[in-house]
């Protein structure tokens, strides 16, 4: 591999001429360094570097983000291992999507003012040589770029009923129009009232180095802090922080200092990248079927996600840290690259693989839609909880209530069962001391993760057979008339509840009368009117 300078992103961090660092860890040691302040000030070169860019973004991927921050691929690995603390700007390579119902546009603006370095003359005049035996350190930083770099984040939210082409196509062209809009007197816009409309829609969030008095969170205040942002160095010189850096290798000027022995493989660190993505979207589509106002309303559901969520938060931690905790030895050449290789391996046999987590996935958004779907058609009739239910029966004003019930709502889940107890295991607890694992380990995790009927379609749950749904059909329609029959009864009140009841599954319509629950499977026909005087059910009961 090379061993002589490199270059790195700062990403926030305070790095500064003569700082010791180690890029087995990709961190900075403060503290500790080879020469004095005196010889350092004294070997000094400064040049004037002033350069503006300003670049637009639609991809959330941490790849696009690592090209805009000018992140390495190995830098990238160390920052997905949780090894390196990012600040200032480069905070945006955390700020991801926490919803696929979120349309996102970034603008990237950087400055750089100038360029410091150490004279090569400097370099052999050590102060401090000790440091070559401590072996803490790899790399020394010579030279430094600065300035500041500012990430302004656009997002609208969309309903599932907007275009999403249509709103990102907007919303694209709104950003990309800022640099071409002029403020004129008392901070007004030149806008057409579409545009002025979409604007309202559009939030800020702002990752910068520049010194602000209030980050924008809105498209307009984001307008103004856009057209502030070249004079802010201007009148400031000192207000800039590093920007890139370049290393030297210590065992140049020293064979007995510490060495970089090794770097990840550019599609290692691919796959890794591949896989926190995979982990990302997975996320996202878990935020968005927990915020279903569905969800909240039927707690058996709300239960299943939360616990997915638990053990998928859980999961990933224990998996990044074990890529963070492989980093520094493979490049320090204790291990060799198979043991981040089979950590990956072993993840994609492992229950929470991309293909698993989006069939669960998928099955609960599935389940959502079809309780959506009878909701829907059932337009002015409340959803109503065990709690609110209890307290409906014990209104002396309500005689009878009557329920259009989902039976089958409340059930086990193999599948999160398997979650749970796998992050729990003697297998997780390796992973999470990032053991090198062989390739007959990895050969029997897969067989007996498969032995232990690791499939989501271990069961058929109640909206997928179709003799269920069929007598569901028939008791919405049943109720629907029957609803529509008594809308007018005062002393009568109709909701939609879930009630676990193994013996029917799917749906049934409950009726309560007096506060008591007479009929599980009450059955409404509609031959002749009742008699008039007094309330009653527009029914006969089988």
Known sequence: MAS???????????????????????????????????SLSKNLGIDPKPLTDLKFSSSDSLSSKSNLLDV??????????????????????????????????????????????????????ITYPQVFDQKTATHVVTAVLYGAQAAMVFDRTFSDKENKQEIEGKLNVMVKSIPSFSIEGEGSVNMTEDEKKMAEEISCTFHGDFLIEQNPTTYMEALETYKTLPTLLKNNSN???????????????????????REITTSLISDTEHIVEELGEAERTCNDLIRNTLTNAFSDIKERLQLFQDSFSTYRTMLLGSVGRVLPAIRGGEEQEKSLEDILIMHRSSPFSADKLNKWLNEAKTELDILSSYTSRLQGINIIDSVDLNTILFDPDVDKVVCFTFTSLKYEDPYLSILKQFVKSDTSKELDESKTFSVQYVKKLVDE???????????????????????????????????????????????ISATSNPSIAGSSIYLYENGKLINTQFQPTFNQPPPKGKCHLHTFIN
Do not use: C
């Open 4 to 38: 002589g300078p490199m270059e790195v992103a700062a990403l926030g961090r305070p790095l500064s001429l003569g700082m010791l660092y180690d890029r087995r860890k990709d961190s900075f040691i403060p503290g500790v360094t080879l020469w004095d302040k005196k």
């Open 449 to 495: 993760r498969r032995d232990t009927g690791i499939s989501v379609n271990s069961f058929t749950k109640w909206f997928k057979a179709f003799n269920i749904v069929k007598l569901m059909r028939e008791n919405l329609s049943k109720f629907r008339r029957f609803a529509e029959a008594n809308k007018n009864e005062k002393r009568m009140r109709l909701f």
């Open 72 to 125: 390495s691929a190995s830098l990238k690995a160390s920052f997905m291992g949780g090894l390196v603390d990012v600040g200032g700007s480069a905070k945006y390579l955390r700020d991801t999507k926490s919803s696929n119902q979120q349309s996102r546009v970034t603008m990237f603006y950087s400055e750089t003012t100038r360029f410091e370095q150490l004279t090569m003359s400097q370099l052999g005049l």
């Open 239 to 261: 207000n800039v922080v590093p920007i890139k850096v370049w290393l030297y290798p210590l065992h140049l000027l020293n064979s007995k200092a510490a060495q970089l022995q």
